[in-house]
């Protein structure tokens, strides 16, 4: 459990790192998702956001408040403020995972429409960051919300891959390099490459980032 590792580092010589800080939102965020108490590492970030005078720091303090406030209210009052605060600009990744978390928070509480504004600025920004398994996350909670333009894959596109394209698209939507892919298949990187060429202008999309948000079952 990702909650558990995090202590577990924290408890040991990293714990005199300054640096540690930095893990303070992640802890907190996996305690919320648990419906367990932060207040150490709520109490730690604080310190340390306030005392660095960065905006996005701030913004991210919102966003820890936010994700341990019980009142449904006061938490979208933080949400807001943290999005506020990131619009400065700077720490795209920082405001990405802001955007996602209030998406999801705004979807549980039925605001569908204004989550899916949310989450579609989060899916966007960790496309072009290249993170997938948070695109993938951000594209999960879009089709809950209703999103149905994100699946860009849809049967007609499917059927135009051949079977070993479908093949290799899906494994590099689930993150596998060229090498890795080629490896499992019995193919050249290069190969895998051309087919990735050949199958992106069928499924409309431009980069590999882009595959997380499909529905390629």
Not at 24 to 48: C, G, H, N, V
Not at 56 to 80: M, S, T
Not at 119 to 146: D, K, M, Y
Request: with cysteine; charged share 25%.
């Amino acid at each position: 459990m990702a909650l558990d590792r995090l202590e577990t580092a924290l408890a040991g010589p990293a714990r005199h790192q300054f640096q540690t800080v930095h893990f303070a939102p992640d802890q907190i965020e996996a305690a919320a998702r648990l419906s367990l108490p932060a207040d150490r590492p709520l109490r730690r970030y604080e310190a340390w956001a306030e005392a660095s005078g960065q905006t996005w720091a701030q913004a991210v303090l919102h966003r820890c408040r936010a994700l341990l406030e019980p009142d449904g209210e006061r938490a979208h009052d933080h949400f807001r403020s943290a999005v506020r605060l990131h619009a400065g600009g700077g720490h795209p990744w920082e405001s990405a995972r802001t955007a996602l978390v209030y998406g999801e928070r705004l979807r549980r509480d039925r605001h569908k429409s204004a989550a899916r504004a949310q989450l579609r600025a989060a899916l966007e920004t960790f496309q072009r960051l290249g993170a997938r398994p948070w695109a993938e996350r951000a594209g999960h909670e879009l089709r809950a919300a209703g999103d149905t333009g994100l699946v860009a894959a849809g049967a007609d596109a499917l059927s135009a891959l051949s079977p070993q394209e479908l093949q290799i698209v899906r494994l590099a939507a689930a993150g596998r390099t060229n090498k890795e892919i080629g490896a499992q298949l019995f193919l050249s990187p290069k190969t895998v490459s051309y087919h990735l060429y050949r199958a992106f202008p069928k499924l409309n999309v431009t980069s590999r980032a882009q595959l997380a948000g499909l529905d390629l079952a």
